[in-house]
């Protein structure tokens, strides 16, 4: 009886030992007694989006500011009115873009309307008033939808995406998934802030039209699977010692 309670607290001991194995895979745990910043959650953006390096942009060009736009969507004119190969332009790390004709302009910290002016400036030397249309073409936010390890990847099609939204591409919340705990962190200026959200509630509902910003995260924090860790991580000790122990009982029997 005595060598069984001992081998039992040896099991005990090594399953202790497995146990900071378990779940490991989950991230941006926040220390118990201790929340993750509640700065007051922007419903919508503060300002418009700036453009910055390693933005990849579009633009279309028409002249006569953009008279053959309107009438090629009327039909009098040609439909590809508005000149745009669909060529994609990237930022450089010094805040310049080279496009066509024009060459290097710089257009790091602008928004989409300044970058648009700046453009049609620089295309009016060679242009009859042109009209010009920007669009980022790379903006995206990150969605952890609550299994701990999956990820997806989200493209903005619209400024407008809100947060609801982005976990409905990103497939909803996962059965692990802890929907009273949902982690937002947006970056401002050389840091990135850390939203809690919840939205297991009805009273939640007014954050679910957040609008998300580019290169924004969206964590749902899943619940721990301790059960099936702690076997998983154990199933290789217990099987170590069941043979043991079954070697043990057969010399014993000898």
Not at 5 to 22: E, H
Not at 23 to 43: R, Y
Request: hydrophobic share 40%.
């Amino acid at each position: 009886m005595r060598h069984f309670w001992t081998l039992i607290f040896a099991v005990g001991l090594l399953l202790s030992m497995t146990n900071c194995g378990v779940n490991s895979n989950l991230m941006f745990k926040v220390p118990k007694g201790e929340n993750a910043s509640m700065d007051s959650i922007p419903l919508s953006p503060k300002g418009d989006y700036k453009i910055s390096e390693d933005d990849k942009i579009s633009f279309t060009l028409s002249t006569n500011n953009g008279k053959k736009i309107v009438e090629g969507l009327s039909g009098v004119g040609e439909s590809n009115a508005g000149v745009g190969s669909g060529q994609e332009y990237l930022v450089r790390k010094n805040g310049s873009a080279e496009f066509p004709v024009i060459g290097e302009v710089f257009i790091k910290g602008l928004t989409i309307a300044q970058c648009e002016d700046t453009l049609e400036n620089r295309f009016s030397i060679q242009y009859q008033e042109p009209f010009v249309q920007v669009k980022v073409t790379n903006q995206r936010v990150i969605v952890f939808p609550g299994n701990g390890s999956d990820a997806k990847v989200i493209p903005l099609l619209n400024n407008n995406t809100t947060l609801m939204e982005a976990i409905a591409q990103a497939g909803g919340i996962t059965e692990r998934g802890k929907a009273r705990s949902i982690k937002l962190m947006r970056r401002t200026g050389e840091e990135r802030k850390v939203y809690t959200i919840d939205l297991s509630t009805i009273e939640g509902l007014k954050y679910a039209d957040i609008i998300v910003q580019g290169n924004d995260y969206i964590y749902i924090e899943p619940n721990p699977e301790l059960a099936k860790g702690v076997l998983k991580e154990a199933a290789p000790i217990l099987s170590i010692f069941s043979s043991a122990l079954l070697i043990f009982t057969v010399f014993r029997t000898l």
